[in-house]
């Protein structure tokens, strides 16, 4: 008969301690509101910027959803993570994705899908809020990351963009890696606005470079050449005339000086 267990699973050995927070935590707010020590198995806490001592700052109810909202001391709201009670037992019963505020990932809850279902009865719908005292997760669950060098592209919506990013030169930018910076030259490209124009030569947008000259096209590098005319001409040689949206190039020729 086996009256002792040598070696206790890891979450056994967690079973009556307050992890993954600390041991002085009380659990409860100033409401009477109280997260039972058995709620989570593990955690961990890595957004962004984060510091040490984050917790649960609050706890959001919204019909069937609940929002575990994490808090830092320095930082104020870092990182949030919801679970829906009308939500399927698998295949991930009871982990909680966090995501920073420009939903990036910022760490996990590790529950389990009938602790967290139970809340439900626990919490009416509303906003519970926590001191940190009250809700400090362990130093080993928060992993602080810091904030320096680019993380992400905002873009003009709001939303970001993260993880592996291409950057492409294109119309005369040229990017080059030196010593681990990029460096953005823009030498401009004379040919840039004739790509837009289809295989055809037709226009794709409403200018797409000059096509012809007095009816003459260009040669076979898409060069015409402009030849300066006697220093003794009175008039340009060179006319440029608008009509409308239509802009006009002409080589009108020469006038020699009368003697």
């Avoid at 409401?31 to 709620?39: A, H, K, P, V, Y």
């Avoid at 962004?48 to 320095?74: C, L, M």
């Avoid at 005369?172 to 837009?196: H, Q, S, W």
């Amino acid at each position: 008969m086996v009256d002792q267990i040598d070696f206790l699973s890891w979450r056994n050995e967690q079973y009556y301690s307050r992890y993954p927070f600390i041991d002085t935590a009380s659990l409860v707010n100033s409401d009477g509101i109280t997260i039972s020590n058995e709620l989570f198995d593990d955690a961990s806490i890595c957004p962004v910027g984060g510091a040490a001592g984050a917790y649960v700052g609050k706890i959001s109810v919204i019909g069937r959803d609940i929002t575990f909202h994490i808090y830092d001391p320095d930082n104020g709201e870092t990182c949030s993570g919801s679970f829906n009670f009308d939500s399927s037992p698998t295949p991930q019963p009871g982990l909680i994705k966090l995501e920073d505020g420009y939903g990036r990932p910022a760490g996990i809850l590790v529950s389990d899908h009938d602790r967290l279902t139970a809340l439900a009865g626990a919490y009416v719908e509303g906003e519970f809020e926590f001191d940190r005292p009250q809700t400090e997760f362990v130093a080993a669950c928060v992993i602080p990351i810091s904030n320096y060098g680019v993380r992400g592209f905002l873009l003009d919506d709001g939303s970001v963009l993260s993880g592996d990013v291409w950057l492409v030169g294109e119309n005369g930018v040229v990017l080059t890696v030196e010593g681990g910076m990029i460096r953005v030259d823009i030498p401009g490209d004379p040919y840039a606005a004739k790509k837009v124009c289809d295989e055809e030569g037709q226009p794709l947008d409403p200018f797409c470079g000059v096509r012809t000259i007095n009816e003459i096209p260009p040669d076979a590098n898409g060069d015409f050449k402009l030849l300066t005319g006697s220093n003794l001409s009175k008039d340009n040689v060179l006319r440029v005339e608008q009509s409308g949206n239509t802009l006009t190039i002409k080589a009108v020729g020469q006038r020699n000086l009368e003697p």
